[in-house]
């Protein structure tokens, strides 16, 4: 058997504290771009092709628990342990809103047409604030049953997708009713959960299981059991062929969609794999680690070839380093005591 030669990730530093949350934009007239958010309160945003960073967005008092851009990358938004969330300029790094809670906000996501923003933590309230109008009260669902882990939008921004810290299922909100419609039920709580960019599927990561399940009929399509304890995946968003899966052994598993095998797995992180996300295209993906990185990992080259002469043309390697020294970015971070609870 042809022994396959090891993957070399774009690996990128920058971040002091685990790396907890990972979000894509879609493409771009500009590219796409991914957002990191970490314990070290500093949610950065770097090109999402080469990994290298673009700026550090300078603001939160506590660990960030979660980040987003917007359909058109010109806003992000993060959720803190500071009990805030806050809405950022993408271009400038300007914070443009704060949106104060009660207690640690761990979600938060922009719906489809940008206009609102919707959070959820602690408090078990998800609330989706107006962007129109900042300063008017946030619509308010108070029903759900623990603290909130995720949140997501779908239906074109008609529905909205919950998991809890500590019960299982995934609950599905109807916006008009502000009521639940749908929970699909699984066994332990569910730490990801992510809806295809096609709005088909649901993908979700429940410590020992990664389900999939058809985001218009709720119905259960796949369900694959893990050797390892799961905390995020991601489906491959072009042909849905593939997805990826990453969790406390430290690896980022690839398994074919259609019969749950594994086709690879890379190694390389030092500490238990946080978060997994699919570059819009599915050519690449992402992994944020307990150790601080982020690594970026093509699906599959084309041959050893192919790998071989992209490292010699410094592709894999380009950013690896200077991704901490890069300064044309809109901040740089600066070194403050921050609480990370």
């Known amino acids: 058997m042809e022994k396959k030669k090891a993957a070399v990730p774009l690996v990128c530093h920058g971040h002091s504290r685990p790396v907890v949350d990972l979000f894509y934009s879609p493409v771009t007239p500009d590219g796409y771009f991914l957002i990191s958010a970490s314990k070290d309160s500093n949610p950065m945003l770097r090109n999402g092709e080469t990994g290298d960073w673009i700026g550090t967005f300078e603001g939160h008092k506590g660990a960030v628990w979660s980040c987003c851009l917007d359909t058109n990358a010109l806003r992000a938004a993060s959720g803190s342990a500071d009990f805030s969330a806050k809405v950022w300029d993408a271009l400038t790094g300007d914070e443009l809103h704060s949106f104060e809670h009660k207690h640690i906000v761990r979600a938060c ?30 619509k308010e669902l108070a029903k759900s049953p623990a603290s909130i882990r995720t949140v997501a939008w779908l239906h074109n921004d008609q529905t909205i997708l919950s998991s809890c810290t500590d019960t299982g299922g995934v609950r599905l909100w109807d916006v008009r009713s502000e009521k639940i419609v749908q929970t699909l039920e699984t066994k332990a709580p569910v730490t990801s959960a992510e809806v295809s960019p096609d709005g088909r599927f649901i993908t979700t990561a429940d410590g020992s299981s990664v389900k999939f399940w058809d985001a218009n009929t709720f119905g259960l399509v796949k369900s694959y059991d893990m050797s390892f304890t799961v905390e995020s995946a991601s489906l491959e968003p ?44 599915g050519e690449s993906y992402a992994s944020g680690s307990e150790d601080g990185t982020i690594r970026i990992w093509q699906l599959s080259p084309a041959n050893t070839e192919a790998e071989e002469a992209a490292d010699a043309n410094g592709k894999p390697k380009a950013g690896v380093e200077e991704v901490t020294c890069k300064i044309e970015g809109f901040h740089i971070a600066k070194e403050e005591k921050k609480t990370e609870e």
Do not use: Q
């Open 238 to 281: 072009k042909s849905g062929s593939k997805f990826i899966a990453g969790g406390e052994d430290m690896w980022v598993h690839v398994f074919d969609f259609v019969t749950g095998e594994e086709i690879t797995c890379n190694k390389g992180h030092h500490g238990p794999v946080h978060c997994v996300r699919f570059a819009p295209g």
């Open 109 to 138: 996501a922009f719906s489809k047409d940008t206009h609102l923003l919707l959070t959820g933590g602690m408090e078990k309230i998800l609330r989706v604030y107006d962007l129109n109008r900042p300063d008017a009260a946030p």
